[in-house]
């Protein structure tokens, strides 16, 4: 079998879809080849990182399409269009139907920028993440590559890397330190893990 074919399904800045771009570059992605961006907005800056690399870029609106059933019949279309094996949410901002899920069982992963099963969940998304960790006053916080199931932020764990709270910490400091050493880094590592387990047709051992 040939490379691992990746789905990259994006909303806003794409910083971690950069991260798995240049992890390709750099060969530390190498069993999985990024084929498509996917977005749910329009004016994502994700879908200009994608261009500028190369990659097919598609973006696909819940508003476009009337409702949500209509909003993953669109997805999954263009997912089973071009033979997709992997998808990584990075970054995306929308809830998945178990409809979809189950049609990619232990074939979706997902980077949730806290320790879960800390400060994960409905509601719990980008900056908020953040804001809940400093408002609790944990010491240490992280993020986590985890496995997507019908439970918002609830599917089996593939890798998690922890971050120290600093005192001065801001939502947003604390969230830049934790896409540098933890996100960045974790998201590549797990895409190429379960690329690889997918071309040889293995599944994760826990
Ligand atoms: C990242 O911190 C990601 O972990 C988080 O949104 C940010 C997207 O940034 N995802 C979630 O909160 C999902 N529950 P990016 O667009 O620059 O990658």
Not at 94 to 105: A, D, P
Not at 170 to 189: C, D, G, H, N
């Amino acid at each position: 079998m040939g490379k691992t074919r990746i789905a990259v399904l994006v909303s806003g800045g794409g910083t971690n879809l950069q991260a798995l771009i240049d992890a390709q570059n750099s060969g530390v992605l190498k069993s999985g080849e990024i084929v498509l961006v996917l977005s749910n907005n329009s004016i994502a800056y994700a879908l200009a990182r994608a261009e500028n690399a190369g990659i097919e870029a598609l973006c696909i609106t819940k508003k476009e399409c009337g409702s949500q059933e209509a909003f993953e019949e669109a997805m999954l279309a263009a997912l089973k269009e071009r033979d997709i094996d992997l998808i990584v949410l990075a970054g995306f901002m929308s809830i998945l139907s178990g409809h979809f899920v189950k049609q990619y069982e232990n074939r979706i992963i997902n980077v949730h920028p806290s320790l879960i099963p800390s400060f994960c969940g409905k509601g719990f998304y980008g900056l908020k993440v953040h804001e809940a960790a400093l408002e609790y006053g944990v010491k240490v916080t992280g993020a986590t590559v985890h496995f997507v199931n019908e439970v918002p932020d609830g599917g089996r764990i593939i890798m998690q890397k922890a971050v120290p709270v600093l005192p001065d910490d801001t939502p947003k400091s604390l969230q830049k330190r934790v896409m540098e050493r933890a996100e960045w880094i974790i998201l590549p590592e797990a895409a190429e893990l379960v690329s690889s387990l997918i071309m040889q047709d293995k599944e994760l051992k826990s």
